[in-house]
């Protein structure tokens, strides 16, 4: 499973959330399940940044963010991403899709 974490962070700010959000990803990366992850910043808009992560599954990764760590040294950066969809099902060449039937609601 992937996890991508948009931020958008004003220029002036950029240094602390740096350290924040490698905090953050160290918290994570310290969560069973956890596989890897990284940080990026555009390079066309250098105030848009990007968390990823790669977990063993769904349930790896809601169990991490549960965890008192996570809650306490993840949640308040991550709580700043731009809100959208985040969780993405890793797709491999012939593999069986999730399928969502948008009659579910």
Do not use: C
Request: net charge negative; no cysteine.
């Amino acid at each position: 499973m992937l996890v991508v974490n948009r931020f958008r962070v004003p220029a002036g700010e950029a240094a602390a959330f740096r350290a924040q959000l490698d905090e953050a990803h160290a918290v994570l990366a310290a969560q069973r399940g956890y596989v890897d992850g990284t940080l990026g910043r555009n390079l066309d808009e250098p105030e848009l940044w990007v968390l990823t992560t790669r977990w063993e599954s769904v349930g790896a990764y809601r169990r991490a963010l549960s965890t008192y760590d996570v809650k306490l040294g993840a949640v308040p950066i991550l709580s700043r991403a731009i809100d959208e969809p985040s969780a993405y099902e890793v797709v491999e060449p012939n593999s069986v899709l999730n399928v969502h039937d948008a009659r579910v609601t």
